[in-house]
């Protein structure tokens, strides 16, 4: 029962595999920062391993044969890709489901404001945070405006070096007496986390001034008016690019890496699959940080209407057949677990946490102390994974979210278990989940990725 560190294992052959990995998600951190950038890149790199779209497929009325390869977006913000298997649909699919949305702030619809000879964007944080993280941070600027005549403008400051960068400001230690016997949840409170944009007035104007220069620049840079800022979704990020950590290079420190450390892993896993048994599906959605909710998120009809499209064009939907092979499916739930930290060892059960460097990181259940909210994976579904791990030599273990009575979380697991697949969490573990940077080992990375290959192509 005693697990090890998979670094006692490795050749220099999986040192060099896991270094290619590790460098291609590290890429992949710096280029989709936000749900939307994410599906940017993941339809770029799907449609180079010769996916298709669905919905020009759809248009043309063309059929789909085992071996065929498509996916489906969702609102720019959500991806489904699925590999045809030769097995009937209605047997079911192998699924590996993560989000790619992160905990960050964002830019309130009239957020635009003037104090002090200073202008601020107002903001509304967006998932779980620690919200005195995010003071004193460099902090960039992505997302869209979109404007009236239909034109959607493309947003992306601070991550280039010759980029200005934002931040929220925090008082100076010299004065922050009172703020100081604060608790942590009222340090910094959400209405205080508005970004520092400008202090330059414009030369002229009397009446916020400040405010009337950025304006000035948003126009002449984007053309972009004030009023579009009603229509427009930004997203405010820690500034710069995911980054090795340790003398030994051994750890990725990234921002956004819950959950796209699984979202990629699970992506380069799909992409290596070429004509399965069974189909395939890699699905990687929104909104999981507030829910699942909305038409993006995991709780919308996307997956399922996707899949009634895909049946359809196989020549094999029925409204029967659809509610079979979701049944007959199995998933991995692919999202992190909490790594175990030495310097808050109190709040993990040490037997039963995960541990940087000890291999991906099944979850049997989450939830919240007495189980709540969580799915409860089926012990004779964990039994047959524990045979394909180790028929693949794929190093694993298995954690709670720390201690029973601590507090917990939940992930889109027990969404798809209402269509009475087989579903448990599968996933890597992360030090300092949720801050603005997060820390996983290259090891768990590599040990992931080989986990989502060997269940994919599974029959």
């Keep these: 029962m005693e697990r090890k560190s998979v670094w006692e294992h490795y050749s220099k052959k999986d040192i060099e595999k896991m270094e290619k990995l590790c460098k291609k998600y590290r890429d992949f951190l710096d280029t ?17 391993a010769g996916y298709r ?13 085992p071996g065929d390869k498509v996916y489906a977006v969702c609102m720019n913000k959500a991806v489904s890709l699925f590999c045809i298997g030769k097995k009937p649909l209605s047997e079911g699919m192998n699924i590996l489901g993560a989000h790619i949305d992160s905990p960050r702030l964002d830019v309130k619809q009239n ?3 003037e104090d002090g000879d200073m202008a601020y964007l107002d903001t509304h944080y967006y998932g779980g945070i620690k919200k005195y993280q995010w003071v004193t941070l460099p902090l960039a600027i992505h997302g869209v405006v979109a404007r009236k005549d239909g034109t959607v403008q493309e947003i992306t400051v601070g991550e280039r070096e010759d980029d200005p960068v934002f931040c929220v400001s925090d008082l100076l230690i010299h004065l922050a007496g009172e703020q100081m016997e604060k608790k942590a949840a009222k340090v910094v409170e959400g209405e205080n986390l508005d970004i520092l944009i400008g202090s330059m007035p414009l030369e002229g104007e009397e009446k916020k001034a400040v405010t009337a220069n ?3 620049l948003l126009k002449e840079q984007y053309d972009i008016e004030e009023e579009d800022l009603l229509s427009a979704e930004l997203e405010v990020v820690p500034a710069g690019k995911a980054r090795e950590l340790g003398f030994d290079r051994s750890m990725i420190m990234a921002y956004g890496q819950d959950d796209r450390v699984c979202a990629y892993t699970s992506l380069d896993a799909m992409l290596q699959v070429e004509n399965p048994e069974k189909t395939s599906c890699c699905l990687l959605v929104d909104k999981e940080e507030i829910g699942s909710v909305g038409a993006t998120g995991m709780q919308s009809r996307f997956f399922e209407n996707t899949v009634a499209e895909i049946m359809e064009l196989i020549g094999d939907y029925s409204e029967l057949a659809l509610r079979r092979c979701l049944r007959k499916s199995r998933m991995l ?3 992190v677990n909490a790594g175990y930290d030495p310097l808050y060892a109190s709040s993990f059960e040490k037997k039963n946490a995960s ?3 000890y291999g991906v990181v099944f979850s049997k259940f989450t939830g919240s102390r007495g189980k709540s909210g969580s799915n409860d994976a089926n ?6 994974l524990r045979k394909i791990m180790d028929e693949n030599d794929v190093y694993y273990q298995t954690a709670e979210l720390g201690k029973v009575d601590i507090g917990g979380g939940g992930t889109i697991a027990y969404i798809l278990s209402l269509y009475g697949m087989e579903v448990i969490d599968c996933g890597v573990a992360v030090l300092s989940m949720h801050a603005p940077w997060e820390v996983t080992s290259k090891a768990d990375i590599y040990e992931a990725q080989k986990c989502y290959v060997a269940f994919l192509k599974h029959a």
């Design 53 to 65: 779209n669905l919905e020009e497929l759809i248009e043309k009325k063309e059929t789909l044969q």
């Design 379 to 384: 012990a004779e579904y964990i039994a047959s």
């Design 111 to 113: 957020p635009l404001y």
């Design 333 to 335: 739930s692919s999202d």
């Design 355 to 357: 541990f940087c460097g």
């Design 32 to 48: 989709g920062k936000t749900e939307r950038e994410c599906t940017t890149e993941i339809v770029r790199q799907a449609v180079a």
């Design 214 to 216: 950025v304006l000035r």
